[in-house]
């Protein structure tokens, strides 16, 4: 069935890069969305990319999609402590109207 | 605006007891959605609903159910509660579509069932 995957933790040094991966089985995958939520609140819309894309920027962000691999990730430059959080990954089909969710990775930020 | 707005944000109850977590938006949103989160677990789709007087199941509907007389308000109820369902309820909602549309999240309502 449907399965998307991502690891619960990644830790980073402020200033660094993070990259946050997630791994998917439906090839019919339309949109694959990056959500964040923040400690108390609920998750919020990062970024999104549509399936016949391969990259797209914005500002600090880079989503990567390689459809080969079934492999989506996400990379957060000059990583803040304003980005701590947990960062959960998406995917949605035509085939029904279910969005499919990963896990969550926690982004942990030291000093 | 402020958005999807949940209530309670926390709550205890016993085993078999019943409750209502409410949801309601002010965007003028067609979708709603509840969701549960379980740790270490993505969030799964209990109920959705894609206008007033529309509702239909998700993935995990059993133990739930939903009502939606409104456009603004989607409640989940709880009937006889079970330790199964100690979790953190998340409700949403969008404009548009799941595919297409960005889902909008209240805050969650932490419920444990002892």
């Known amino acids: 069935g449907e399965d998307v995957e991502q690891s619960l933790f990644l830790s980073v040094r402020e200033g660094d890069s993070s990259v946050i991966n997630c791994t998917y089985t439906d090839s019919s995958s339309t949109y694959l969305y990056w959500y964040k939520q923040e400690p108390g609140a609920g998750l919020q819309l990062l970024t999104y990319i549509f399936s016949n894309m391969d990259m797209k920027q914005d500002q600090r962000l880079t989503v990567l999609l390689n459809k080969k691999d079934k492999h989506l990730s996400l990379r957060i430059a000059d990583t803040q402590t304003g980005d701590s959080a947990i960062y959960f990954c998406?995917?949605?089909?035509?085939?029904?109207?279910?969005?499919?969710w990963g896990a969550g990775t926690k982004l942990i930020i030291k000093p | 605006n402020a958005g999807v707005t949940q209530t309670p944000k926390f709550r205890i109850l016993k085993i078999g007891q019943s409750m209502t977590l409410q949801c309601t938006q002010d965007m003028n949103h067609n979708y709603m959605y509840w969701y549960r989160q379980d740790p270490g677990m993505g969030l799964k789709l209990i109920y959705y609903?894609?206008?007033?007087?529309?509702?239909d199941k998700g993935e995990v509907p059993n133990g739930y159910n939903v009502s939606r007389s409104t456009t603004e308000d989607f409640p989940l109820r709880l009937e006889l509660a079970a330790p199964s369902q100690t979790s953190v309820y998340f409700c949403a909602s969008s404009y548009s579509s799941f595919n297409t549309g960005e889902l909008f999240f209240g805050e969650g309502s932490r419920l444990t069932v002892l």
């Open positions: 998406a995917e949605s089909m035509d085939s029904n109207y279910q969005l499919i």
């Open positions: 609903s894609v206008g007033a007087g529309i509702t």
